[in-house]
């Protein structure tokens, strides 16, 4: 008998599990705010497609809630920190007895989180390794391969979300510190309304990544705490090509990730909607722990402080060129 996954956050990489997960022959409860229910019910089909717009998965509209089913094996957390305190709370009366939470949040330290506050319940890490979007309700797009990297064994639920058809990798807390290295990047691209193909393109933005990427090692390394890629490239040869490797950084992402110049980073299309950002829970979080550590972290200071002042609308996106001056590199 298949397992009962429960998703809550009905955007993209909620839809992007759902997806999969139904057209795989799992059972799927989507659990989205009271006030959008009837907005998520509407569609008459789920649909994916890649970033062609080439259909990969149409299944008739699955379950959706505006509260967690009264049973549930996996519940997966698929909204954004801005979400979360809201998502705790529910979770507090409705979560299901013996159910696994399964964090998909970007940045480090959810499921320490969900653990200290769910301390009879199994937490999985989740990292998101694909991209993926929204167009409307209940229609996804994912532009790069659909890889996943699961802490702990290689137990049912990795072997689920194989069979759904996602690459899965095993990870750990190092690796989590290693994606959010990566996570950087997208307070950059939205800081120069650029797609993940330009930043591997254009020479400055390489140069600001790694500049930022570097603090962040330094603060980790004082912090004591581990940290790896998320792919199988010591980081000096990652830093190498990103900064010297002309267009090869781009066509091996295109190769290994299946990334497409349709791939934005999220945080891209949160400054365009208007919406808050994850911001704090990604480069603010190394501002954070250079504070704690003694350690001067102006590059990441500087790119939070810019991104607050473009989700407080007070702000303004840069010419890959001036972000560089502006960050004085
Ligand atoms: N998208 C990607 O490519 C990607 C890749 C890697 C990692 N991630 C990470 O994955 C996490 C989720 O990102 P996402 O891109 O899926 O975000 P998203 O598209 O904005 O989806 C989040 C969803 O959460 C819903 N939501 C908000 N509050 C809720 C609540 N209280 N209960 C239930 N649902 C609620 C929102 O619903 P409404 O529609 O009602 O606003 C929204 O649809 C983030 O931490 C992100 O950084 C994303």
Known sequence: MSDHHVIIGAGAVGGVLAARLIDAGEQVTLVVRPSRLDI???PDRLRLEDAEGRSLVEVATPDIRDRLPETADIVYLAVKHTALNAVLADLETQLPAGATLVSCLNGIGVSERLRQHFPRHPVRQ??????????SPLHYR????????????????HQTLRQAGFRVARG??????GKLLINLNNALCALSNTSFRDLLLDPDLRAVFMAVVDEAIDTFNAAGLPWRLPM???YPLYRLLVRHGGRLPWWLARLNNGLTAAAYPSMVADIRAGRPTEIRELNGVISELGRQHGVSTPLNDTVVTLVLALEAGEGETFTPARLRRKLGL
């Open 40 to 42: 998520y019910q509407a």
């Open 126 to 135: 989740l990292t998101i390794m694909f991209n993926a979007a929204i167009f």
């Open 142 to 157: 994912i532009t790069t391969h659909p890889g996943l990297v699961l802490d702990g064994p290689r137990d049912a639920l």
């Open 172 to 177: 750990n807390e190092a690796i989590a510190r």
């Open 232 to 234: 199988p490239l010591p």
